[in-house]
């Protein structure tokens, strides 16, 4: 957990006029104690082109200097450490590009292809000279707490990729650090550091744009963590709502069954839902079926454990209807990673909310 600021102001360089691009991004221990703060600053001339280049690196027992300068074709770098400096030259190109005036360009662009744009940048923070393919969206998000639109910037090298959000108003709302697992948010700053301590509100989480919430489908949750990534089917059909946890090996899938019939109760639905399983794991066995409230609609809560491609999977299940909608809730994992992965589980779906609940029991 740490926090990261990042600044465009105008400059000026000798006699170059152009704009500073500066981001410091401060890493810290559980204890609160500094662990890394890195700091990058990119000088670009009136038209974006790279002039200059700055990365400072410090941690406890550790300090690093690297400063570029772009000249003739060619960038020359000095780095200066607590034991030792060195200087190197390479070439560069007129069509290379720093990485933080990159987005700033990119934002500027009108039409921008559907294909995208493939870009030659240079990584001071990596010092590599990288290819990157840049894509754009639009995209309804949760942002502090409420809806609104962004504009979707994903940037892919083929060793990783990564997103920055962007509002209305050209300000990074989200901004992923080299991949999907270590994400700056706008956020609170106290919230943040709440967070990071562990504390919360009732339910034991901030709002740091870790809720997913669908409103055509009239349902929300929660990711525990961000490590928690969500996909999107691709498929027409029932809607498939995917979380992934690939350290954990674990999934969470929500199956929203549309139209369905205005009598029929979640058990139904458990029924069919355990046929398919059992077409899929022959040797699939019920560990216990039971009524439980699911997100303010009662519902039906079950557990089974079952080969299936070679993997004893171990699955938590949640059906309930609402209105002419039912909602199935599939957690799993391997039986070996399944403790393991039992309370991020069990928070995502206790985290289920069905909007605007029908009392079925009233009818």
Not at 207 to 226: G, H, V
Request: hydrophobic share 35%.
């Amino acid at each position: 957990m740490g926090w990261r600021q990042t600044s465009l102001a105008r400059h000026r360089k000798g006699s170059e006029n152009g704009y500073l691009f500066s981001s410091r991004t401060v890493f810290l221990k559980p204890d609160g104690e500094l662990d890394l703060n890195l700091g990058v600053d990119e000088f670009v001339d009136q038209d974006l082109h790279p002039v200059e280049t700055s990365v400072s690196e410090i941690s406890p027992g550790f300090s690093n200097l690297t400063r570029g300068n772009v000249e003739k074709g060619h960038l020359h770098l000095n780095v200066v450490g607590a034991k030792d400096s060195n200087s190197s030259e390479i070439i560069f190109s007129r069509d290379t590009e720093f990485g933080l005036p990159l987005l700033r360009r990119l934002a500027d662009v009108t039409h921008f292809p559907d294909a995208g744009e493939i870009v030659k940048v240079y990584d001071s923070l990596r010092r590599r000279f990288v290819r990157v393919h840049a894509t754009r969206s639009l995209r309804k998000e949760i942002v502090s707490g409420r809806h609104q639109f962004v504009t979707v910037w994903k940037f892919d090298n083929r060793d990783r990729s990564w997103e920055v959000w962007v509002d209305g108003y050209g300000g990074v709302v989200r901004e992923e650090l080299g991949g999907p697992h270590m994400v700056a948010l706008r956020a609170d700053a106290d919230a943040v550091a709440a967070y990071a301590r562990g504390e919360g509100d009732d339910d034991g989480m901030f709002d740091l744009s870790l809720e997913y919430e669908n409103i055509p489908q009239a349902f929300s949750l929660a990711r525990p963590n961000l490590s928690w990534s969500v996909e999107l089917p691709e498929e027409e059909g029932p809607l498939n709502i995917t979380l992934l946890n690939p350290t954990l090996q674990a999934s969470v899938d929500v199956v929203v069954i549309e139209n369905i019939e205005s009598a029929l109760e979640p058990e139904s639905i458990v029924l069919d839902l355990l046929d398919r399983m059992r077409r899929k794991c022959p040797d699939l066995e019920i560990l216990y079926q039971q009524p439980r409230d699911v997100g303010g609609v009662k519902g039906v809560r079950f557990e089974t454990i079952g080969q299936r491609k070679g993997t004893e999977l171990r699955t938590i299940g949640i059906v309930t209807v609402n209105r002419n909608k039912a909602y199935a809730l599939m957690a799993a994992a391997p039986v070996f990673r399944f403790k393991e992965a039992r309370e991020q589980m069990e928070r995502i779906l206790k985290s289920f909310v069905a909007k605007n609940p029908e009392n079925r029991d009233q009818e």
